[in-house]
Nanobody
Framework: QVQLVESGGGLVQPGGSLRLSCAAP????????MGWYRQAPGKSRELVAT???????NYADSAKGRFTISRDNAKRTVYLQMNNLKPEDTAVYYC?????????WGQGTQVTVSS
């Protein structure tokens, strides 16, 4: 059973920042693309950002310019730095590790943006 351990969610005011973290086992982290997805109430889960094992990144349009995904190979951890947060960013954020034909998910961490 592969376990992705997420942390860093919480309540923040509009315009604020949060950093999410996701730790993965070494055998997964070294070869899998890592990513963050989110699911708001009543909506489907959607891509936020991904980063390959080689460091190539991809962002949803809603995240471009505000969010940054990065990875620390020594700590086997992927981060999502979220700046200038908006109420529409409120969702449960899920960490994902993926290879073609195989994927693992974290348990999710709640992010709430509200004044």
């Amino acid at each position: 059973q592969v376990q992705l351990v997420e942390s860093g969610g919480g309540l923040v005011q509009p315009g604020g920042s949060l950093r999410l973290s996701c730790a993965a086992p070494g055998n997964i982290f070294s070869i899998y693309a890592m990513g963050w997805y989110r699911q708001a109430p009543g909506k489907s889960r959607e891509l936020v950002a991904t980063i390959t094992s080689g460091g190539r990144t991809n962002y949803a349009d809603s995240a471009k310019g505000r969010f940054t995904i990065s990875r620390d190979n020594a700590k086997r951890t992927v981060y999502l730095q979220m700046n200038n947060l908006k109420p529409e960013d409120t969702a449960v954020y899920y960490c994902n590790a993926a290879l073609p034909g195989n994927a693992y998910w974290g348990q999710g961490t709640q992010v709430t943006v509200s004044s």
